[in-house]
């Protein structure tokens, strides 16, 4: 069993800041790549930011130069620093991962989603 667990949503003003944090447990042989999808009410869900493991980055165009993704390989856990955050923000946020479990298998995992509002 692998589990992915959020932390850090919350309730903030525009242009304030949040920090996400997941972390990975369970029968881990490895991470590859370790990200972080957001969704919002009546849209899809799409790509925030993405790490992996030589620690490669990529970013949606709306979100450069305002968010930051890091990851800790040794602790299997991967963080969010949001700056500069916009009503258009707001959204459930879910981290991901594509694994090798202990059993060889190759599977991607999805955490429960933390909220993010901003909103004056």
């Known amino acids: 069993q692998v589990q992915l667990v959020e932390s850090g949503g919350g309730l903030v003003q525009p242009g304030g800041s949040l920090r996400l944090s997941c972390a990975a447990s369970g029968s881990i042989f490895s991470i590859n790549a370790m990200g972080w999808y957001r969704q919002a009410p009546g849209k899809q869900r799409e790509l925030v930011a993405r790490i992996i493991s030589d620690g490669r980055t990529n970013y949606a165009d709306s979100v450069k130069g305002r968010f930051t993704i890091s990851r800790d390989n040794a602790k299997n856990t991967v963080s969010l620093q949001m700056n500069s955050l916009e009503p258009e923000d707001t959204a459930v946020y879910y981290c991901?991962?594509?694994?090798?479990?202990?059993?060889?298998?190759?599977?991607?995992?999805w955490g429960q989603g933390t909220q993010v509002t901003v909103s004056s």
């Open positions: 991901n991962a594509d694994l090798k479990t202990s059993a060889m298998i190759l599977r991607n995992y």
